[in-house]
């Protein structure tokens, strides 16, 4: 290999480093400062770099919403969906994903709590690509949540005439509520009751 396909690959990992921290960054100011405030200006003091090396990442401030959409997507996967995934199939592999998002909700991970949450609540009259991405977000998370009721149905840890769609509802009515709570109040007290509504409710299935 060539000194100079060496460098290139070495430039070009910095680069993707680069964005992805950049990313990250903003991923959590979206959930305090909005996604629509995003800024490069604002990203570039927070970061501590030039606006002309944060220009070279972004297109336009649609492209940087859209990119710290998915990188907010990736995080949430790492941080709720594969946690819960690594439990046993059935209940408690529903039980353990709705737990999961609790304790990235207590832990942090976004300042501003969920960040689907957070921002869902910013676009949601806001006609738009950014709307639209969110929007199927979250329907990928109820979709994904049925789906684990339906695979505790099969399994015969739930009821045959539970209805799916319906206890999906629940279980992101309550985590939601509980990050609301959470964030508004700096009080885990809502975390611990939708954990033990959680537990009520499978267990009534």
Same mark, same amino acid.
């Given at each position: 290999?060539?000194?100079?396909?060496?460098?290139?690959?070495?430039?070009?990992?910095?680069?993707?480093?680069?964005?992805?921290?950049?990313?990250?960054?903003?991923?959590?100011?979206?959930?305090?400062?909005?996604?629509?405030?995003?800024?490069?200006?604002?990203?570039?003091?927070?970061?501590?770099?030039?606006?002309?090396?944060?220009?070279?990442?972004?297109?336009?401030?649609?492209?940087?919403?859209?990119?710290?959409?998915?990188?907010?997507?990736?995080?949430?996967?790492?941080?709720?969906?594969?946690?819960?995934?690594?439990?046993?199939?059935?209940?408690?592999?529903?039980?353990?994903?709705?737990?999961?998002?609790?304790?990235?909700?207590?832990?942090?991970?976004?300042? %501003?709590?969920?960040?689907?949450?957070?921002?869902?609540?910013?676009?949601?009259?806001?006609? %738009?690509?950014?709307?639209?991405?969110?929007?199927?977000?979250?329907?990928?998370?109820?979709?994904?949540?049925?789906?684990?009721?339906?695979?505790?149905?099969?399994? %015969?840890?739930?009821?045959?005439?539970?209805?799916?769609?319906?206890?999906?509802?629940?279980?992101?009515?309550?985590?939601?509520?509980?990050?609301?709570?959470?964030?508004?109040?700096?009080?885990?007290?809502?975390?611990?009751?939708?954990?033990?509504?959680?537990?009520?409710?499978?267990?009534?299935?």
């Amino acid at each position: 290999m060539s000194e100079t396909t060496t460098a290139t690959r070495r430039r070009r990992a910095d680069g993707e480093r680069r964005r992805e921290a950049i990313l990250a960054t903003a991923a959590r100011l979206a959930t305090v400062d909005g996604i629509d405030g995003l800024s490069i200006g604002q990203l570039a003091d927070e970061l501590g770099m030039s606006k002309s090396g944060l220009y070279a990442h972004f297109d336009s401030k649609l492209d940087l919403q859209l990119a710290t959409i998915d990188t907010a997507r990736e995080i949430f996967i790492e941080v709720v969906v594969l946690p819960g995934a690594a439990v046993p199939r059935g209940v408690e592999r529903l039980r353990a994903l709705c737990l999961s998002f609790l304790e990235h909700v207590d832990q942090g991970v976004f300042p %501003g709590g969920c960040f689907f949450a957070a921002v869902a609540s910013e676009v949601a009259a806001r006609p %738009g690509e950014v709307r639209d991405r969110i929007a199927r977000e979250q329907l990928d998370w109820i979709a994904l949540l049925e789906r684990l009721v339906a695979e505790s149905q099969d399994l %015969g840890q739930l009821a045959p005439d539970t209805d799916a769609a319906q206890l999906a509802f629940e279980l992101n009515a309550l985590v939601i509520a509980a990050n609301t709570a959470f964030v508004l109040h700096a009080d885990p007290t809502g975390l611990q009751r939708a954990q033990r509504a959680i537990d009520r409710l499978l267990r009534g299935q």
